[in-house]
């Protein structure tokens, strides 16, 4: 089992930026790639951006490239993910989500492991 720590939420006005951090319990070989996710009220859970927790195999959705990082710390199995000149409609609550590998992560299959989530508020 793996239990995934998350960090970091909160509001923040438009063009602002907020980090969140998420980490792994321990290194498991279902957990190496790891990454977030969002759900807004009312809308489908996509995924946002993910990273091999080695590093590499890096995979940022259309709408946030350019202005959302992903990076990764191997030694304490933690990803973090940058996001610069947010805007209202990345209001969400964002989830980390591990797997086995990208395939399995963006998937969503059944061995993912899931954070609790947390809360972006993004004000206009």
């Known amino acids: 089992q793996v239990h995934l720590t998350e960090s970091g939420g909160g509001s923040v006005q438009a063009g602002g930026s907020l980090t969140l951090s998420c980490r792994a319990s321990r290194s498991f070989y279902r957990s190496r790639y790891m990454g977030w996710f969002r759900q807004a009220p009312g809308q489908e859970r996509e995924a946002v951006a993910g990273?091999?927790?080695?590093?590499?195999?890096?995979y940022a959705a259309d709408s946030v490239k350019g202005r959302f990082t992903i990076s990764q710390d191997y030694p304490t199995s933690t990803v973090f993910l940058r996001m610069n000149s947010v805007k209202p409609e990345d209001t969400a609550t964002y989830y980390c989500a591990a797997g086995s590998t990208f395939a399995s992560w963006i998937r969503s299959e059944s061995s993912v492991y899931w954070g609790q989530g947390t809360q972006v508020t993004v004000s206009s």
């Open positions: 990273i091999l927790i080695t590093g590499g195999e890096e």
